[in-house]
């Protein structure tokens, strides 16, 4: 079993910026890709961004890509999502994942173990 639990969300004003982490706990050697997801209210869980937790890799859902960066510390078991130049539309619960599966790593039914979400609401 893998626990994950994240911080960092909150409320911000467009254009401002936000960092999330998730500490990893448990069998972390059997994770292949932690990623972050998320949700808005009335939509479908949407890829944000993943990570290999081993080597090299940083993957990005288009609507983020060049404002968010996804980072790891493999010391610390903590992968972060910074995140900038936040837009009103990136109001969502941010869910942290992981998964043992070394493919499609975009698609929310191959993790393995979630935490809790950490809400991010933006401000127009």
């Known amino acids: 079993q893998v626990q994950l639990a994240e911080s960092g969300g909150g409320l911000v004003q467009a254009g401002g910026s936000l960092r999330l982490s998730c500490t990893a706990s448990?069998?972390?050697?059997?994770?292949?890709?932690m990623g972050w997801f998320r949700q808005a209210p009335g939509k479908e869980r949407e890829f944000v961004a993943a990570?290999?937790?081993?080597?090299?890799?940083?993957y990005y859902g288009y609507s983020i890509k060049g404002r968010f960066t996804i980072s790891r510390d493999n010391a610390e078991n903590t992968v972060y999502l910074q995140m900038n130049n936040l837009k009103p539309e990136d109001t969502a619960i941010y869910y942290c994942?992981?998964?043992?599966?070394?493919?499609?790593?975009?698609?929310?039914?191959?993790?393995?173990?979630w935490g809790q979400g950490t809400q991010v609401t933006v401000s127009s």
């Open positions: 990570i290999n937790w081993s080597g090299p890799g940083t």
């Open positions: 448990g069998r972390t050697f059997s994770m292949y890709y």
């Open positions: 994942a992981a998964s043992n599966s070394r493919s499609r790593f975009t698609q929310y039914e191959v993790y393995n173990y």
